[in-house]
Structure formats: C-alpha cells, structure tokens
C-alpha cells in the first residue's frame, strides 16, 4: 500500500480565441470565393482576359507598393533631418497617413484573384484608409486595455510605464513574505 502525494493534474488549457478558431476556416473560404470568381470570369470571356486582369493586378500593384514605400522612406528622412536640425517633426501632415495600409492595398492587388484586387483597389481610396486606420486604432486600443499579464497587450502596457521626468522603469515587484527578515534598500541602478 502506497500512501504517497497525488500527482498534480495539468494546468487548463486556455480557451482558443475565435480568431484562431475561424481563421484557417476564412482562409480556405477565401481561396474557393478567389477560384470561383476567376473561372467564372474565365467562362464569361476566355482564359486571355483572365491571364491579363491578374497581370494587370500584378502591375498595379508593385507600383502602388513601390509609391508607397517612397513616401515613407521620404517621410522617415524628412522626420531624421528635422530631428538632427533640433526642430521637432511634424506629427500630423495631411496625408503622411496610409502608407501600410497602401501597401496592404497593393499587396492585395499582387496577390492573384478578383475579390482581392477589389479589396486592394478600396484599400486605395482616401476615405476608406481613415476608416479601417480609425477602427483599427480602437481595436488597438481596447485591446491594450484588457491586457493580462502575460500576454503580449500585458507587455505593452509595462513597457508604457514611465516616471514623470520621462524615463522607463523597469522592474519587478517583491511581496515579503510574514516571517522575512527586512532587507536594505538597494543602491539605484546607473549608467
């Protein structure tokens, strides 16, 4: 007879998120709604048209990417003078937005099928870049507010924590424990 301690059961498994759980179900949707429209495309007009709409797409596309890719490098190299000439950086220009968002644009314009390049193409369009930029911004947001620790929200919201002259304190927090014997404060850490 054995009389020795249970063996621990293992930790719960968190529950999946639904993104995770509905992702690779939206990704095959994707590819059947991509295939279906192409050959539909295909049967309407011929196999030629088809080829040439995805060139078109492939073309558009690089340029779109290549435009935006110069705007930002040109925004970065306007934002490294101003920084070394002392004169702080404008924060908000007309119109310095939209760059990743062009990109995806044209990313989605390269990538072969007809709802992409749709999706591309109103990626592309001014008014729609401020509303996916605004509503990504607030998913952001609320996202980083209902952080736990542990997750990745968790660390951004550590590395947010600042002292009031600007500087970054890192550190961790040591309960003692009844029974402890009080330790002296540690000398300050410098550089």
Known sequence: MTTGAQTPLPPARPKRSRL????PLGVAAWFVL??????LVAGAT?????FLVLLAGLVLGSVVIKRAGRRAFRK????????QSGVMP?????????????MLGGLLLIIPGLASDVVGLLLL???????VSRSAERTFERKLREARPGTLGGAFQQARMHQPDGKVVQG???RDEPGDTPQPP????TH
Do not use: H, Y
């Open 76 to 83: 970065l190299s306007e934002a490294l003078q101003q920084q």
């Open 46 to 50: 011929s196999g030629l048209v088809v």
């Open 186 to 189: 540690r000398p300050p850490l």
């Open 90 to 102: 404008d924060a908000a220009r007309p119109g310095s937005e939209g760059n990743g968002l062009m």
């Open 20 to 23: 995770r759980t509905f992702l």
């Open 172 to 174: 961790q927090v040591i």
């Open 34 to 39: 991509e295939i279906w429209l192409l050959t």
């Open 125 to 131: 369009l001014p008014p729609v870049q401020k509303a």
